[in-house]
């Protein structure tokens, strides 16, 4: 059993940062791919950035491809999104997301484990 509590969201401007954290719980964290959802109003959840159980590979969306980069450190715990050049269409709902690797980084049925979101928005 893995439990995930996001923090770091916050309001941005336009072409800002922010980093956000997942902090986990449970001995088996390391064995786990990791990875950041978003869901914006009115839209469904979709894939920001995975990372696998050794950080070795990482994955992204087009539409975040250049400007987030995901991170983890097992010793702590932790998976990190580094978002930079924010942009108001990045606004939503974050959500970490955990599981054993299943064949797919990309899909929301992929992961069992999920956090309760951080908002961010950013203005224009």
């Known amino acids: 059993q893995v439990q995930l509590v996001e923090s770091g969201g916050g309001l941005v401007q336009a072409g800002g940062s922010l980093r956000l954290s997942c902090a986990a719980s449970?001995?088996?964290?390391?064995?786990?791919?990791m990875a950041w959802f978003r869901q914006a109003p009115g839209k469904e959840r979709e894939f920001v950035a995975a990372i696998t159980w050794s950080g070795t590979s990482t994955y992204y969306a087009d539409s975040v491809k250049g400007r987030f980069t995901i991170s983890r450190d097992n010793a702590k715990n932790m998976v990190y999104l580094q978002m930079n050049s924010l942009k108001p269409e990045d606004t939503a709902v974050y959500y970490c997301?955990?599981?054993?690797?299943?064949?797919?980084?990309?899909?929301?049925?992929?992961?069992?484990?999920w956090g309760q979101g951080t908002q961010v928005t950013v203005s224009s």
């Open positions: 449970g001995r088996t964290f390391s064995t786990y791919t």
């Open positions: 997301a955990g599981a054993r690797y299943n064949g797919s980084y990309y899909y929301v049925g992929a992961y069992a484990y």
